[in-house]
Nanobody, 126 residues
Framework: QVQLTESEGGSVQTGGSMRLSCTVS????????ITWFRQAPGKEREGVAA???????FTIASVKGRFSVSRGTDRYTAHLDMNNLQPEDTAMYFC????????????????????WGQGTQVTVSS
């Protein structure tokens, strides 16, 4: 079955940086869309950034200029590079994949995702 392996998060100070990585395995697709979501305590889950099968990317307004998503060494790994982290970025971060999304113009609908990573905590302290 499809499996997503997500790197560990951790704790950083305000203004710091962190890279999260997500690798998709056991899938039939030649390329995949990988999207990062996050959920903070008391808040709904929100999409943060996505990379499409054609390597198009999208980030939400609140992280533009600070976060970027990119393809890894292989076609089935994506990196979320988070810079100038702020306390409001503190959340559980999840990656999700779809083999059905080629061009990214927004965070894809949740029902298009076929598998999810387990999530990792990112904590930004003042």
């Amino acid at each position: 079955q499809v499996q997503l392996t997500e790197s560990e998060g951790g704790s950083v100070q305000t203004g710091g940086s962190m890279r999260l990585s997500c690798t998709v395995s056991n899938h039939p697709y030649s390329t995949v869309c990988i999207t990062w979501f996050r959920q903070a305590p008391g808040k709904e889950r929100e999409g943060v950034a996505a990379i499409g099968g054609d390597d198009s990317t999208f980030t939400i307004a609140s992280v533009k200029g600070r976060f970027s998503v990119s393809r890894g060494t292989d076609r089935y790994t994506a990196h979320l590079d988070m810079n100038n982290l702020q306390p409001e970025d503190t959340a559980m971060y999840f990656c999700a994949f779809s083999g059905r999304v080629l061009n990214i113009m927004n965070i894809p609908p949740v029902n298009l995702f076929e598998a999810w990573g387990q999530g990792t905590q990112v904590t930004v302290s003042s």
